[in-house]
């Protein structure tokens, strides 16, 4: 079936990077664009970046340039986000999402990968 | 960006009874070459990544159940629980996708069992 699995959680001190990876299966890989969302303990959503898996492209929150990376391995069907220069406020659940053209909106989730960021 | 507006940020209703959530985005998101609305209603539980329930504005995903509707165009939306069940409990988003690839999310909206 369609699925999106992801890596598991991580803890990183203040400065290091973390990498989440999001696997798929169950469908054409190249065929849909992978986002990722973020969610801090308590709070609500917040987009992080897309790709698009057949080329690579990639599009990144304003507040996240610079720090965030987007990659994907089409061998694996795999997307990898690499968040670097970690803070306080960078700890949240990571998830990615597969976005739907026909629906235009995400229709397939991920489990959610938990990132704390603490010295 | 389009900033997404909910309201309330809680409400708390008799089982049976009906559910209303509002969200108002800044700027429309209705695209007049194609009369479509990019707006879309998420359900999140705890612990649970979110689910898709409304995309269009209006059209129902497959498997949800017809208690949820959604309705609007423009800039104000409305997501409707006809008649509130046990497991409708959680926090319910809307979201943008018209200024894609940015999407924003509204603030959510807890509901919960009176």
């Known amino acids: 079936q369609v699925q999106l699995v992801q890596s598991g959680a991580e803890v990183k001190n203040p400065g290091a990077s973390v990498t989440v990876s999001c696997k798929a299966s169950?469908?054409?890989?190249?065929?849909?664009?992978i986002q990722w969302v973020r969610q801090a303990p308590g709070e609500g959503l917040e987009w992080v970046g897309i790709?698009?898996?057949?080329?690579?492209?990639?599009t990144y929150a304003q507040r996240l340039q610079g720090r965030l990376t987007l990659t994907r391995d089409t061998s694996t069907s795999t997307v990898h986000m690499e968040l670097s220069s970690l803070r306080s406020e960078d700890t949240a659940v990571y998830y990615c999402?597969?976005?739907?053209?026909?629906?235009?909106?995400?229709?397939?989730w991920g489990q959610g990968t938990r990132v704390t960021v603490s010295s | 960006d389009i900033v997404m507006t909910q309201s309330p940020d809680s409400l708390a209703v008799s089982l049976g009874e009906r559910a209303t959530i509002k969200c108002k985005s800044s700027?429309?998101?209705?695209?007049?070459?194609?009369?479509?609305?990019?707006l879309a209603w998420y359900q999140q539980k705890p612990g649970q990544p979110p689910k898709l329930l409304i995309y269009?504005?209006?059209t129902r995903e497959s498997g949800v159940p017809d208690r949820f509707s959604g309705s609007g165009s423009g800039t104000d939306f409305t997501l409707t629980i006809s008649s509130l069940q046990p497991e409708d409990v959680a926090v319910y988003y809307c979201?943008?996708?018209?200024?894609?690839?940015?999407?924003?999310f509204g603030q959510g909206t807890k509901v919960e069992v009176k």
């Open positions: 999402a597969r976005v739907s053209m026909e629906k235009g909106a995400f229709d397939m």
């Open positions: 169950g469908y054409s890989f190249t065929t849909y664009y």
């Open positions: 790709i698009n898996p057949r080329g690579g492209a990639a």
């Open positions: 700027q429309s998101v209705l695209d007049g070459s194609n009369n479509k609305n990019y």
């Open positions: 269009w504005a209006s």
């Open positions: 979201q943008n996708y018209y200024t894609t690839p940015t999407w924003t």
